[in-house]
């Protein structure tokens, strides 16, 4: 079945890049999100990606999506405290089952100072 | 628009108990959701809803019901709640596939704990 994994945790200094990896299994991917979790808070769309594209960027999100890898990642330009949340890589199929979104484990990115 | 809102946020419940969880959402979205979400193991889907009518089992079905009451709402019910059924529900919502982007919205969860 599909599957979506990424690390667990990762620690970055303030104002430094943060780096945050993805692998997924499904080749029909058509859609590739990052969502942020806030502490007590529920998930929140980041950004996405179409799987025909290699490159997004947005203020300080990059994505970058190697669909020969199936490797997505998600790039935070000076990383700030406000960074600090759970990000959740996800996927979602074709057209006749892009009702469901399969989810990564999140990667916990904490701000040292 | 409030989006996507679920109650409670917070339960406690005794091994055997029943209780349901209540999630509304007042985007006009088709779509509805529900998830588990437990350390380590990101989200997991327990059913969904395509549409208004329809319920399909997701990942981790067993022991859960749910209804789709109407277009804005969906409920999901723990007839006999188990410790294993310990943790935090996330219901969401988005628009049909195919329509978009296929975001999900998501609700500020639902924290159980079962005895």
């Known amino acids: 079945g599909e599957d979506v994994e990424q690390s667990l945790f990762l620690s970055v200094r303030e104002g430094d890049s943060s780096v945050i990896n993805c692998t997924y299994t499904?080749?029909?991917?058509?859609?590739l999100y990052w969502y942020k979790q806030e502490p007590g808070a529920g998930l929140q769309l980041l950004t996405y990606i179409f799987s025909n594209m290699d490159m997004k960027q947005d203020q300080r999100l990059t994505v970058l999506l190697n669909k020969k890898d199936k490797h997505l990642s998600l790039r935070i330009a000076d990383t700030q405290t406000g960074d600090s949340a759970i990000y959740f890589c996800?996927?979602?199929?074709?057209?006749?089952?892009?009702?469901?979104?399969?989810f990564g484990s999140g990667t916990r990115l904490s701000i040292r100072p | 628009n409030a989006g996507v809102t679920q109650t409670p946020k917070f339960q406690v419940l005794k091994t055997g108990q029943s209780m349901t969880l209540q999630c509304a959402q007042d985007?006009?979205?088709?779509?509805m959701y529900w998830y588990r979400q437990d350390p380590g193991m990101g989200l997991r889907l327990i059913y969904y809803?395509?549409?208004?009518?329809?319920?399909d089992k997701g990942e981790v079905p067993n022991g859960y019901n749910v209804s789709r009451l109407n277009k804005r709402e969906f409920s999901l019910r723990l007839e006999s709640a188990a410790p294993s059924q310990t943790s935090v529900y996330f219901c969401?919502?988005?628009?049909?596939?195919?329509?978009?982007?296929?975001?999900?919205?998501f609700g500020p969860g639902t924290r159980l704990t079962v005895l």
């Open positions: 969401a919502s988005s628009d049909p596939p195919g329509t978009g982007d296929n975001e999900q919205f």
């Open positions: 985007m006009n979205h088709n779509s």
């Open positions: 809803s395509a549409s208004e009518g329809t319920t």
């Open positions: 499904d080749s029909s991917s058509t859609y």
């Open positions: 996800a996927e979602s199929g074709g057209y006749s089952s892009a009702s469901k979104i399969i």
